[in-house]
Each structure stands twice: as C-alpha cells, then as structure tokens.
C-alpha cells in the first residue's frame, strides 16, 4: 500500500508540475516537433525520392524514440541537480521509503505522463508527413515495457552520478547526442548494439511499425535478449546509484550543493 501511495503523490506532483509551468511543457513539445520538422524537410529535400516514405517512417520512430529516452534517463539526472538546489534531497534520503524508492516512483510517474505526450508527438508526425505507421498495440506494449525497464535502469546510473557531482548539466546535454546515435542506428549496421540498453527495442518496435510484424514473426530469442537487457540494466543501474548513494552519505555530500 505505500508502493501505491507514494506512486499516487508522485504522479500528481508531476502532473501538477508540467501544468503549473504549462509554457515549458509547451515550449518542450513544440521544440522536439521542431526538430522533427527540420529532419522532415531535410528528407524531403536532400533525400532520394524512391526512398523518401520509407526514411520517413524511420525518421517518424526514431524521433519519438529518442525524445522518450531523453525523457526518461535525462529527467531523473535533473530532478537529483533541482532537489540539491532546494536544499531538499537530504529530506528524500530521511523518508522512512528511502531515496531510491521515491527516485522509483517518480521515474514511473514520468514516465506515464511522457508517454501521453508521445502518443500526441506520434499522431502530430504522422498528420503532418502523411506516413500512417502500423500500431499494434498487443506487439508493441510488452516490447516497450522490457524497453522501459533498461530506460529506466540507465536512469538509475545517471541519479547516482548526479548524487555526488551534482553538476552534470554538461554531461546530461552530451547524453542528448549520445542517445540520438543509438536510437538511429539501425543494428543491421551495428550488430553489436544488440546488448546496449533499449537498442533490440527501439530496433523491433521498427519493424512492428514499419514492416507490419506480428507477434508470432519475434522470435523468442529476440525477447530473450531484450528480457536480458532489461533486468542486467535495471539491476546494474540500481546496483549503481545505491553504491553511489552509500558514497555521498559516507562524505556527507546531501546536504551540500
């Protein structure tokens, strides 16, 4: 039951959040739309036209893709820099449900709301390219979650990171470049990106949208290797950020910004 509260509290102070400073929420929206529209009118323009829809539909997924993982592992590292600016990340670490399980909640809870946001990016892309990609929702949910999971894993690593340098801003903006090179790449190209975190799903959500596969055409090794991806991170990022966590309370760096 408190799993359930805490969940609740979160979800609503990120809600609360995103509408209180409603211009930024906008401002963000329209900046990766933004984005996408220069990546449009560089295919439409500069692209070979025997291949323009097709670069155009992995242009549509990898862009929403990559707004998502900057979202979700990006996010948490600010959220810990803003709460040592407040002077209140020593209070999350006193809470009797500790700091990795708030840190948890609210990862799951932004997660949730950053979702509702993508789905309204997807629909605005695909109004405004005229590319309508294959959404099938019993294919790609459980593919997203296991990728959800190692997003989130990576999330933990870089809140453990943020725990004790607190200053990570220019970090978290090369984070942005680094995240762009492995959504785009495709692992036909790099078939060793397989066990990189939330590649094999960003790779396979692809050919759901694009090449129209059904659940029976994954293979069980696919959701084998994207499983393994999934716990190895999510365990390595916990594993992580609490051993970083034991650091900055051993040289009392929570209260100090």
Not at 34 to 55: K, W
Not at 106 to 125: E, H, Q
Request: overall charge neutral.
């Amino acid at each position: 039951m408190q799993w359930v509260h805490l969940l609740n509290a979160n979800v609503q102070k990120e809600y609360l959040e995103m509408k209180r400073y409603l211009p930024n929420t906008i401002a963000l929206i329209v900046t990766f739309y933004a984005i996408f529209l220069g990546m449009f009118a560089g295919i439409q323009i500069i692209g070979d036209p025997a291949s323009q829809d097709v670069n155009t539909q992995y242009a549509i997924v990898n862009y929403i893709f990559w707004f998502l993982s900057i979202m979700i592992m990006q996010n948490i590292g600010w959220e810990i820099t803003n709460e040592a600016m407040r002077g209140t990340l020593e209070q999350l670490c006193m809470s009797p449900m500790g700091l990795w399980r708030i840190l948890s909640a609210r990862l799951f809870s932004s997660t949730f709301l950053y979702l509702i946001i993508i789905v309204v990016l997807l629909v605005g892309t695909m109004l405004t390219t005229g590319q309508w990609l294959n959404i099938d929702v019993v294919t790609i949910l459980p593919i997203m979650l296991l990728t959800l999971v190692s997003m989130i894993g990576v999330g933990f690593m870089i809140a453990g990171i943020s725990i004790i340098w607190k200053q990570v801003q220019a970090f978290l903006q090369i984070l942005q470049f680094i995240l762009a090179g492995l959504t785009f790449i495709p692992l036909s190209v790099a078939p060793l990106m397989v066990f990189l975190p939330f590649v094999k799903g960003v790779d396979l959500v692809r050919n759901v949208m694009i090449k129209g596969w059904s659940f029976q055409e994954i293979s069980g090794v696919d959701f084998l290797i994207l499983g393994f991806n999934a716990i190895f991170y999510f365990i390595l990022g916990l594993g992580v950020f609490l051993f970083c966590e034991r650091i900055a309370m051993r040289k009392g760096l929570l209260a100090h910004y």
